[in-house]
């Protein structure tokens, strides 16, 4: 199984990002998927969640900013940001959970005017 992160990048406060994860070798509405972040001296956390049947949970920080999808037919897990703060700025990892843990290579988003 892997894991294939994008869309990360520079954005001004209060701009937004979209990153995918495209999943290969597994099916992402058959396990729970995820995505977390580490700024540089912190540990990971937990952004974003989805179970397997679809219910989500956010972290108190990102809540009503950031939406968890996924896309069945794409195989992919998305995560929308929205009203980014130089706060936000780490390496966002994609992960899936389906007996094993997977995770993908990380992608940075920075937040910065």
């Known amino acids: 199984v892997q894991l294939q992160a994008s869309g990360g990048g520079l954005v001004q406060p209060g701009g937004s990002l979209r990153l995918s994860c495209a999943v290969y070798?597994?099916?992402?509405?058959?396990?729970?998927l995820g995505w977390f972040r580490q700024a540089p001296g912190n540990r990971r956390e937990l952004v974003a969640g989805m179970t397997g049947d679809g219910n989500t949970n956010y972290s108190d920080s990102v809540k009503g900013r950031f939406t968890i999808s996924r896309d069945n037919d794409k195989n992919t897990v998305d995560l929308q940001m929205n009203s980014l703060n130089p706060e936000d700025t780490a390496v966002y990892y994609c992960y899936m959970q389906q007996v094993y843990e997977f995770w993908g290579q990380g992608t940075q988003v920075t937040v910065s005017s």
């Open positions: 070798g597994a099916i992402v509405s058959r396990g729970a």
